[in-house]
């Protein structure tokens, strides 16, 4: 069983900047990829970006390409989200997962388990 916690959420103007950060317990977060996703009102959840176990890998949406950068932290259990130029389209609910194993990063159905959700909202 694995936990996550995601904090660093907030309100911020467009152009700004925000990390998130993804604490998990368990003794085996080295051994998984982890992932971002984001939900917005009224939309599906959609994969935002993606680590591998060791971090040599990831990968991010056309989207956030550029923008942000996925990281982690073995050693503290953390992953990290920084997000920079925010626009107001990244609005959302922002969640961490642990990746089951197969490495299909931007497929939902391949988490095994979700934190409860970090909101980031982004004033024009």
């Known amino acids: 069983q694995v936990q996550l916690v995601e904090s660093g959420g907030g309100l911020v103007q467009a152009g700004d900047s925000l990390r998130l950060s993804c604490a998990a317990s368990g003794q085996t977060f080295s051994r998984y990829a982890m992932g971002w996703f984001r939900q917005a009102p009224g939309k599906e959840r959609e994969f935002v970006a993606a680590?591998?176990?060791?971090?040599?890998?990831?990968r991010y949406a056309d989207s956030v390409k550029g923008r942000f950068t996925i990281s982690r932290d073995n050693a503290k259990n953390i992953v990290y989200l920084q997000m920079n130029s925010l626009k107001s389209e990244d609005t959302a609910v922002y969640y961490c997962a642990v990746e089951g194993g197969l490495w299909v990063p931007t497929a939902p159905s391949t988490y095994d388990y979700w934190g409860q959700g970090a909101q980031v909202t982004v004033s024009s």
């Open positions: 680590i591998n176990w060791s971090g040599g890998s990831t």
